[in-house]
C-alpha cells in the first residue's frame, strides 16, 4: 500500500546512526544527518579518504560539505571510524553506501552490499533497522535480509535522490523522500530522521522503493536524449534549440529542468541506472524499447559531438592539435566516471588527435610525471590552464561547463591558435561575442 504524508512535526528527536562508506553518497549522507542532530558515526576503510576526513579535508569536491562537516564534528554528532563493525555498536540506524559496480550485461556486483551486511549482521543492536542507500537492485532488501538472518534486523531501502556538484543542498532540501520496506513502520521511523527537511515522505514498499529510483534516473537520462536529439534536428531545420528549450519549459508540466543539450549524459549514475533497467526489464521479459533507444540516442550524441570537431579541423582530427577544455562529466565536481567528456577527449585521441586537456580538478603537472597521471586520463597531455591548452590548437572544443571558461580571454586565445574555432558542446559562450573576435563557432543546435 503507498501512503503519502508528511512528517513536518518539529519534534526531531535524536538518533545513533552508522554509515558505511565514506563516498558520494555516504558523506554527504552522514553530514546531513549529522547535521539534524543525530549521532553518526561514518565508516571508511580507506585509509587515505580517513585520514583527509580527520584531518578536515574533503576527498571529493563538493561546494560546502566541508563546513557541514567541520560544524557536525564541532558539535561532536559526527566522528569517523575505520572499523564498520565498531560502528554498528551503539547504532539504532545503519545507512549501507558502498559502491555498487556494474557488469557488462548492466546487472550490478552486490558483493560490497553484501560483505558490509555480513560483516556487521551478528553485531547490530537488537531491533536496529538496516537502510540500503546505494542504488541497487530490486530485491536487494530482501537479499540484505537473508545474508543478515536475523528476524529482529529489519531492512528499509531508502534511495538518494542527490546530484553530485550540489549534493549539499539537494541532502538538505530533497524534493522527496522515499523509503520502502514490508515492514511499514520501520519505512517511517526512517523517513523521521530526516523529519527536519520539511519534504514530502513517500512510504512504500522495498520493490517499489527500489524501482522509484531506476525509474527516476533513467527519466532524467531520457529527457536529456529527447533534448540532444530535438538539439540535433534543430541544426537541421535550422531553429535555434536554446529557444526551443525556452518555449517547451514554460510548460509547468514539462518544468525547465534538464533542458540543456550538451555531449550526452554521464556520470555514475545516469549511464550505469539505465544499463540496470533495460536489464532488469529484459530478465523480467519486458521489452523496454523507448529506453534502449535513449541510451542509444545518448550513444549518436558521442559521435556527433565527435564528428563537429572533425569538421571544425576540415575533416580530419589526425595529427592535429585540439584543446579540450573540461574532462568531468560535469561542473562542480572532480567525478570523471563515465564522463562524456572524458570519452569524446579519448576517441579524438584515438582519430590522431593531439589532445591538450584542461580541467580545473585536475592538475596540468601530471603529465610531467608518467607514473602519476591516473589510467583514466592516460594519452591526454594535461595542460595547467586553458591557454596552455589552446596553445597551437586548431579548435577549442568545450566539453564540461565549468563556468570559469565563460571568463577567459579569447582574444588571447585567438593569437596562441593555428586556427580560431571553438566548439561549444555545452553551448556555454555567447556565439556573436566570439565570432566577434574572430572565431568559428559550432554550439550544439545553435545558430
Ligand atoms: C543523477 C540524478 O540527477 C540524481 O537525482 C541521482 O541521485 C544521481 O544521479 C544518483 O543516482 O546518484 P548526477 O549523476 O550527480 O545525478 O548528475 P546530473 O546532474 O543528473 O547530471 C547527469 C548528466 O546529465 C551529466 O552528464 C550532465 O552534464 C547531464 N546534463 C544534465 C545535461 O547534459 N543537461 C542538463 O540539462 C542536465
Known amino acids: 500500500m503507498t501512503t503519502r504524508s508528511n512528517i513536518r512535526d518539529g519534534r526531531s528527536t535524536s538518533h545513533t546512526v552508522a554509515v558505511i562508506g565514506a563516498g558520494y553518497v555516504g558523506l554527504p549522507t552522514a553530514a546531513t ?7 553518526v558515526v561514518l565508516a571508511e576503510r580507506d585509509e587515505v579518504r580517513l585520514a583527509a576526513l580527520r584531518s578536515g579535508q574533503m576527498p571529493i569536491v563538493e561546494s560546502g560539505l566541508d563546513d557541514l562537516v567541520a560544524e557536525s564534528v564541532l558539535a561532536g554528532n559526527l566522528k569517523f571510524t575505520a572499523s564498520a563493525t565498531e560502528a554498528v555498536l551503539e547504532a539504532e540506524f545503519v545507512f549501507l553506501c558502498v559502491p555498487t559496480p556494474q557488469s557488462d550485461d548492466g546487472s550490478a556486483d552486490l558483493s560490497f552490499v553484501e560483505a558490509a551486511a555480513k560483516e556487521v549482521g551478528q553485531l547490530l543492536m ?13 530485491g536487494s532488501a530482501t537479499m540484505v535480509e537473508e545474508v543478515i538472518g536475523r528476524p529482529d534486523i529489519r531492512v528499509v531501502s531508502n534511495p538518494e535522490f542527490l546530484r553530485e556538484g550540489s549534493a549539499v543542498q539537494d541532502s538538505l532540501h530533497p524534493d522527496r523522500l522515499v523509503v520502502g520496506a514490508d515492514d511499514a513502520q520501520a519505512a ?3 523517513g523521521s530522521l530526516f523529519a527536519a527537511t520539511g519534504a514530502p515522505l513517500i512510504i512504500t514498499d522495498a520493490t517499489t522503493s527500489e524501482t522509484i529510483k531506476y525509474a527516476s534516473n533513467a527519466f532524467l537520462a531520457t529527457k536529456l536524449s529527447y533534448v540532444n536529439a530535438v538539439a540535433g ?25 534538464f533542458l540543456r543539450p550538451g555531449p550526452g549524459w554521464g556520470g555514475s549514475c545516469l549511464p550505469k541506472d539505465t544499463r540496470a ?18 541510451i542509444a540516442s545518448n550513444e549518436q550524441q558521442l559521435a556527433r559531438v565527435v564528428a563537429k570537431v572533425e569538421t571544425a579541423c576540415g575533416g580530419s582530427v589526425d595529427g592535429i592539435k585540439v ?3 573540461g574532462l568531468t562529466f560535469k561542473a562542480n565536481t ?43 586520463l592516460r594519452g591526454l597531455h594535461l595542460c ?18 565549468w563556468d570559469e571558461f565563460r571568463w577567459v580571454d579569447f582574444t588571447r586565445v585567438a593569437t596562441s591558435m593555428s586556427v580560431p574555432s571553438i566548439v561549444d558542446a555545452r553551448n556555454l559562450l555567447d556565439p556573436a561575442a566570439v565570432r566577434r573576435m574572430g572565431f568559428t563557432y559550432d554550439g550544439i543546435g545553435r545558430r
Open 33 to 39: 544527518l549529522s547535521h539534524f542532530g543525530h549521532r
Open 277 to 294: 533497467l533495460l536489464h532488469i526489464a529484459r530478465e523480467a521479459g519486458y521489452d523496454f524499447s523507448l529506453l534502449a533507444g535513449a
Open 323 to 325: 584543446a579540450v577544455w
Open 126 to 138: 537488537p531491533g536496529a533497522i538496516v537502510v540500503n542507500k546505494s542504488t541497487v537492485p530490486v
Open 233 to 257: 534536428l534543430c541544426e537541421e531545420v535550422g531553429a535555434d534549440v536554446r529557444d526551443v528549450m525556452l518555449g517547451l519549459g514554460y510548460d509547468k508540466r514539462i518544468g525547465f529542468e
Open 188 to 190: 517511517a521511523m526512517v
Open 384 to 401: 595547467a590552464d586553458p591557454y596552455e591548452a589552446a596553445t597551437g590548437a586548431a579548435v577549442v572544443v568545450v566539453l564540461t561547463e
Open 334 to 376: 572532480d567525478d570523471r566516471r563515465d564522463s562524456p567528456s572524458l570519452e569524446i577527449a579519448h576517441r579524438l585521441s584515438a582519430l590522431g588527435a593531439v589532445v591538450q586537456a584542461f580541467d580545473p580538478t585536475v592538475s596540468g603537472g601530471l603529465s610531467e610525471d608518467p607514473d602519476n597521471v591516473p589510467n583514466d
